[in-house]
């Protein structure tokens, strides 16, 4: 495998915001000039934007906020782990690999991602170190049946996170988005693992758009929205206490008790919307979701509940 230490290092150096000149990044790795173009090519690979003059050097167009163990640490005291990946192909993937190994409240965050998921097989445009990507372990007792109502209990619990970190009016839009302005902030993918009648091995991911710049339109295809400058590793410490709270709570009481928090949430709620099932388009007003998670919707005076994996939801104004 390719060793990627250099060019971490190199983004160690940059992160800062200011210029470093070739000669002086040159002397710091003991190599030549040409040798540090080779890690810059690596960094634009990876997504990062750079700013590249005569006689100054190189500099990151935006300062970054690495993750910083000792930093999430601080702010958040527990026995579960939180291990940092640099670079890695999906956090999903990574932690479905190790089910064996975790235990429930587990969680791995990465700079960037080379492979990562969406939901309905897309592609998760992860740039490095502008984004948050997050995964958490948790071992369901109840079994798949709940998994519905466990992703929509973290997108309630990412949705009151970020709200009170940024004190801006972010909505959830069922079943797993979040939005801001009307326009996708983060996305929820819930994997699992496990056979039914048993307990369900869940992998929860979570990515939220924070200082992402122009992504590929061939990846992120609606309108999206950055969180903005925000403390990472703090976001990080939030994120897996209050998600850890919220499972246990989730397991002992069920949906039902986070039924009004995704009510005043709701991106959509009393709005015309049409459900795309398939070829079907379903019109009508959203009116929540009800205990088992599905999503109302009001027709012709009547409420209908719709549940499943392949319901899209839009606005119909
Ligand atoms: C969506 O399609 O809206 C869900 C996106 C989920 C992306 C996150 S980023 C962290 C985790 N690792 C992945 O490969 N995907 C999820």
């Given at each position: 495998?390719?060793?990627?230490q250099?060019?971490?290092?190199?983004?160690?150096?940059?992160?800062?915001?200011n210029?470093?000149?070739?000669?002086?990044?040159?002397?710091?790795?003991?190599?030549?000039?040409a040798?540090?173009?080779?890690?810059?090519?690596?960094?634009?690979?990876?997504?990062?934007?750079?700013?590249?003059?005569?006689?100054?050097?190189?500099?990151?167009k935006?300062?970054?906020?690495?993750?910083?163990?000792?930093k999430?640490?601080?702010?958040?005291?527990?026995?579960?782990?939180?291990?940092?990946?640099?670079?890695?192909?999906?956090?999903?993937?990574?932690?479905?690999?190790?089910?064996?190994?975790?235990?429930?409240?587990?969680?791995?965050?990465?700079?960037?991602?080379?492979?990562?998921?969406?939901?309905?097989?897309?592609?998760?445009?992860?740039?490095?170190?502008?984004?948050?990507?997050?995964?958490?372990?948790?071992?369901?007792?109840?079994?798949?049946?709940?998994?519905?109502?466990?992703?929509?209990?973290?997108?309630i619990?990412?949705?009151?996170?970020?709200?009170?970190?940024?004190?801006?009016?972010?909505?959830?839009?069922?079943?797993?988005?979040?939005?801001?302005?009307?326009?996708?902030?983060a996305?929820?993918?819930?994997?699992l693992?496990?056979?039914?009648?048993?307990?369900?091995?869940?992998?929860?991911?979570?990515?939220v758009?924070?200082?992402?710049?122009?992504?590929d339109?061939?990846?992120?295809?609606?309108?999206w929205?950055?969180?903005?400058?925000?403390?990472?590793?703090?976001?990080?410490?939030?994120?897996?206490?209050?998600?850890?709270?919220n499972?246990?709570?989730?397991?002992?009481?069920?949906?039902?008790?986070?039924?009004?928090?995704?009510?005043?949430?709701?991106?959509?709620?009393?709005?015309?919307?049409?459900?795309?099932?398939?070829?079907?388009?379903?019109?009508?007003?959203?009116?929540?979701?009800?205990?088992q998670?599905?999503?109302?919707?009001?027709?012709?005076?009547?409420?209908?509940?719709?549940?499943?994996?392949?319901?899209?939801?839009?606005?119909d104004?």
């Amino acid at each position: 495998m390719r060793s990627y230490q250099n060019p971490l290092k190199l983004i160690e150096i940059l992160a800062d915001g200011n210029f470093h000149s070739g000669e002086e990044l040159a002397s710091d790795f003991g190599i030549t000039r040409a040798g540090i173009n080779k890690y810059i090519k690596v960094l634009r690979e990876w997504g990062i934007e750079l700013s590249s003059i005569q006689g100054k050097g190189y500099s990151l167009k935006i300062p970054m906020d690495l993750f910083n163990k000792s930093k999430i640490d601080q702010y958040y005291q527990a026995d579960s782990r939180v291990e940092i990946l640099p670079i890695i192909d999906s956090t999903n993937q990574y932690m479905l690999d190790k089910i064996p190994e975790l235990k429930s409240g587990d969680c791995c965050i990465a700079e960037f991602q080379s492979k990562a998921r969406g939901r309905r097989g897309r592609q998760w445009f992860s740039p490095f170190g502008t984004n948050l990507y997050f995964s958490m372990y948790w071992r369901l007792e109840q079994g798949i049946a709940a998994a519905m109502g466990l992703s929509l209990v973290v997108g309630i619990v990412v949705t009151q996170a970020l709200r009170e970190l940024s004190g801006q009016d972010i909505k959830v839009k069922w079943p797993n988005d979040l939005y801001l302005n009307d326009q996708k902030l983060a996305g929820i993918l819930v994997e699992l693992a496990g056979k039914t009648g048993d307990c369900a091995h869940v992998v929860i991911g979570i990515g939220v758009n924070l200082n992402m710049t122009n992504p590929d339109p061939n990846i992120v295809n609606q309108k999206w929205a950055n969180l903005g400058n925000i403390n990472r590793n703090l976001l990080v410490a939030k994120i897996a206490k209050t998600l850890r709270e919220n499972l246990e709570k989730f397991e002992k009481n069920g949906l039902a008790f986070f039924i009004d928090d995704w009510n005043h949430l709701d991106n959509f709620i009393h709005r015309p919307v049409k459900l795309l099932i398939g070829d079907d388009v379903i019109r009508g007003v959203a009116k929540g979701i009800n205990d088992q998670g599905a999503l109302l919707l009001e027709q012709n005076g009547k409420i209908q509940a719709y549940i499943g994996g392949e319901i899209s939801l839009r606005s119909d104004e």
